[in-house]
């Protein structure tokens, strides 16, 4: 099953990066993100601030988006090129299938990911416009958080996808509604409940939203939890805890690993038929 696991992990990494969309989506990110760093005038930048702030917008607006049309793409290619029904022939299980195209894709994800952060950081260093090392890190982690949850969460668009068309489709749907019409329709659901219920209603909701989830943690470790509004003050003292981290690392595993599972299931039912 590890061996199986791997040769897909090594030959989804192989097709990843001759993907054109791959270095396209690098291209633009690392464009972006020095950018950012060049129109900022104040020199290595410390904890939550008006770039700070921007740089996980444009993260949170390109790196999901990125992140489900490579991860749908990849199983609805497998389909309409027909490597999935040759694979099935041989003795190779669902669940290494899965796993293996999962790791390889994570890979590309987090090269992509790393040269755009690692030009910003020499091009920073150079101009002495930078971030500073502890806030660096932060924003690299909470990108390649957001993009391993999004990628599960595209292995699903994959697998009820008929075609690339449909998986582009409805990976659109649900980045606009993760991140664009996430705020308007939670504050409009919240509108009609009781005011005892918006509280934990955030709270079960933001769970639900892998994007909101992740952007809450970042803002909060930055120094920034003041911006959220008296709503999140539980989540704010929570990952200001210890145990916060360690909490929000669970919550990955929990998203990845349900989202994944679900995945399997359904290829293993269409496969049985």
Not at 174 to 195: E, K, Q, R
Not at 244 to 251: E, H, K, L, M, V
Request: overall charge positive; charged content about 10%; aromatic content about 16%.
């Amino acid at each position: 099953m590890v061996n199986d696991a791997v040769h897909i992990a090594v030959r989804e990494m192989k097709m990843g990066f001759r993907n054109p969309w791959s270095y396209s989506f690098m291209g633009l990110f690392g464009l972006f993100m020095l950018c950012l760093l060049l129109i900022n005038n104040g020199g290595y930048v410390e904890g939550y601030s008006s770039i700070t702030g921007t740089m996980l917008n444009l993260i949170l607006y390109l790196l999901p988006l990125m992140t489900l049309m490579l991860g749908a793409f990849s199983l609805t290619g497998d389909k309409e090129d027909g490597s999935w029904e040759l694979l099935s022939s041989y003795p190779l299980r669902t669940l290494s299938f899965i796993l293996g195209k999962f790791a390889g894709l994570a890979v590309v994800l987090f090269v992509l990911v790393s040269f755009g952060f690692g030009l910003s950081a020499v091009m920073g260093w150079i101009t002495g416009r930078g971030l500073d090392a502890h806030t660096y890190i932060l924003l690299y982690g909470y990108s390649i958080s957001l993009a391993l949850m999004f990628l599960a969460v595209s292995f699903l668009i994959g697998t009820v996808a008929v075609n690339r068309w449909q998986a582009l489709t409805v990976a659109v749907a649900v980045w606009f509604f993760a991140i664009i019409a996430w705020s308007p329709l939670l504050i409009a659901v919240l509108g009609m409940m009781p005011y005892g219920w918006i509280k934990p209603s955030i709270s079960v909701f933001t769970l639900f939203n892998p994007a909101e989830l992740s952007r809450i943690f970042a803002v909060v470790k930055l120094g920034g939890g003041s911006v959220l509004g008296p709503q999140y003050y539980d989540w704010v003292r929570w990952i200001r805890q210890p145990m916060g981290s360690a909490g929000y690392i669970i919550a990955i595993l929990v998203w990845v690993g349900a989202s994944t599972g679900l995945t399997h299931w359904l290829w293993e039912r269409g496969r049985a038929r």
